[in-house]
């Protein structure tokens, strides 16, 4: 069952009268969630009550959001928030604490090198952009947030992850890989034994193997998780393939490197 298969009366206050079904049913979907901000348990006679939906609604829409992870149901038949739920808010949490922590790091960055600099997060198979300072030779400079996303498989900052992701990687694989440039890696060994360098020499290129003249070094930014250690994202910097990779290459690794690790240590004391 899903959420979207639920046919269901929109009750007033949850959701504007001529929604379609689909967002009717979110509408009580975040109603029903919003029963537990108080509660630790609760059922369907009682979640009905509070939204004013008919309990048969109620119960399907608990036994979605079961199915979906954002529901447990215990042997008495009750609800109580899922680990999908802890699992999504935690994430939040850490993203919002990732790009506050990651932005003086990024704008000293920009400073050092005058290129432009990135912050990127694992989305599946995929990175998004979520802070981008941009730069240039000339010193024109400004911040922009981008939230767009970037091919896995061909960008520096994704490999840079996957390489200390398992998850990410799996995902990439799975998917496939798409030629951008004559220089993008399309075949599954090869992109294995590059992540098995980058987790060697500690940080990743993408030598114009998404767009033509343009390239990119990340380092990954990693946390604890238990007893492993994986990446939760990456910076990176972009720009013209000679100024990226030419004569300065070294001077870039050792730079991004830093503010990798500087923004680990920073997520790391925050626990």
């Given amino acids: 069952m899903t959420i979207t298969d639920l046919d269901v009366a929109i009750p007033d206050g949850i959701g504007p009268e001529r929604e379609d079904g689909p967002l009717r049913s979110v509408s ?3 109603a029903v969630l919003g029963c537990f901000e108080t509660e630790r348990e609760l059922g369907a006679t ?17 036994a979605a959001l079961a199915t979906s992870g954002m529901l447990e149901r215990s042997r008495a038949g009750r609800y109580r928030l899922g680990l999908r739920m802890f699992e999504i808010g935690q994430l939040a ?3 919002l604490m990732l790009r506050e922590l990651s932005l003086p790091v990024l704008g000293e960055l920009r400073e050092i090198l005058r ?3 990135q912050l990127a997060v694992p989305v599946g198979a995929d990175v998004l952009y979520v802070d981008r300072l941009e730069g240039n030779s000339a010193g024109t400079m400004f911040h922009s947030q981008l939230y767009r996303r970037g091919p896995g498989h ?4 994704a490999k840079a992850i996957a390489a200390h992701n398992p998850s990410m990687a799996r995902a990439i694989l799975e998917r496939g890989f798409h030629r951008h440039t004559p220089f993008t890696i399309v075949d599954p060994q090869r992109y294995k034994q590059v992540l098995h360098q980058v987790r060697i020499d500690g940080f990743a290129a993408s030598r114009e193997e998404h767009t033509m003249g343009m390239s ?5 930014i990693v946390v604890r998780r238990g007893e492993r250690t994986v990446a939760v994202s990456a910076i990176s910097v972009v720009g013209a393939t000679s100024r990226v990779l030419g004569a300065r290459k ?8 830093r503010a990798a690790a500087s923004v680990s240590a920073a997520l790391e004391q925050c626990g």
Avoid at 154 to 157: E, G, L, N, P, T
């Fill in 28 to 30: 009580i979907a975040m």
């Fill in 46 to 62: 009682r979640v009905a009550a509070e939204l004013g939906i008919a309990k048969s609604t109620a119960c399907r829409m608990l």
């Fill in 93 to 95: 949490v850490d993203r």
């Fill in 115 to 117: 290129e432009t600099v």
């Fill in 154 to 157: 061909s960008s520096s900052a």
């Fill in 216 to 220: 990119s070094i990340a380092a990954p």
């Fill in 250 to 257: 070294v001077a870039v690794v050792q730079s991004v490197r």
